[in-house]
């Protein structure tokens, strides 16, 4: 079975903070994405990866980066974290082999204060 | 670029009834998957199902991609079918478009 990780169920951090979202998935996927869900507004695209040290922008893309250094590790980071981005953040992957088909972690539940 | 539409938004059943789910889409795709997500806020995959019909157990899933629709079907309903499904579809571009879900609760 397909499994991807992300580091931490959930996490309190301060406004201001440098904060490090990590996932990391073990099928060998050439794609993963990073996703956040706030209630009324869906699942929405931050960032997503086609390749190592490849990424490209989503449709929210503002006050986040990412890094993409190994195959199986997507970074998602909060460079100045904001009280706007208490957030359920949802990684996921899939590989460029036919389906396509899309596999999600278990979800970060952030909150900044 | 593509539109998803799910419903019905909202769906309470009592347990053992059965009901249909269904995702609309506005134009051609090559994959379509159905999740759900538990109570704890995880994406699980139901089917992949860019076209006809499967089954898993309880669930089951149609997608006639000529008429641009999806339908799952839930029998028997249990109280952990509770949560969110989703239907998300791939447009032969980059990205999955995601549909806004819909909320069941089964009741006891």
């Known amino acids: 079975d397909v499994k991807v990780t992300q580091s931490s169920r959930y996490l309190v951090k301060r406004t201001g903070e440098k904060v490090f979202l990590e996932c990391v998935q073990d099928m060998d996927h050439e794609n993963m994405f990073w996703y956040r869900q706030d209630p009324g507004l869906g699942l929405r695209l931050i960032y997503f990866s086609y390749d190592v040290k490849m990424k490209e922008k989503g449709d929210i893309p503002e006050g986040y980066s990412v890094s993409r250094e190994k195959k199986e590790r997507f970074s998602l980071i909060l460079e100045s974290a904001s009280t706007n981005q208490t957030s359920m953040y949802l990684c996921?992957?899939?590989?460029?082999?036919?389906?396509?088909?899309?596999?999600f972690g278990s979800g970060t539940q952030l909150s900044v204060l | 670029g593509i539109q998803v539409e799910q419903s019905p938004p909202d769906l309470i059943l009592q347990e053992g009834a059965n009901s249909t789910l269904r995702c609309n889409f506005s134009?051609?795709?090559?994959?379509l998957q159905w999740f759900h997500q538990n109570p704890w806020g995880q994406l699980i995959n139901l089917f992949y199902i860019p076209s006809g019909t499967k089954q898993n157990g309880r669930l089951s899933a149609t997608t006639v991609a000529t008429e641009r629709y999806s339908l799952l079907y839930i029998s028997s309903s249990q109280t952990t079918d509770s949560g969110v499904y989703f239907c998300?579809?791939?447009?032969?571009?980059?990205?999955?478009?995601f549909g806004p879900g819909t909320r069941l609760s089964v009741l006891p």
């Open positions: 996921a992957s899939s590989s460029n082999g036919g389906t396509e088909e899309l596999f």
């Open positions: 134009d051609s795709v090559n994959n």
């Open positions: 998300a579809v791939h447009d032969y571009g980059q990205n999955f478009v």
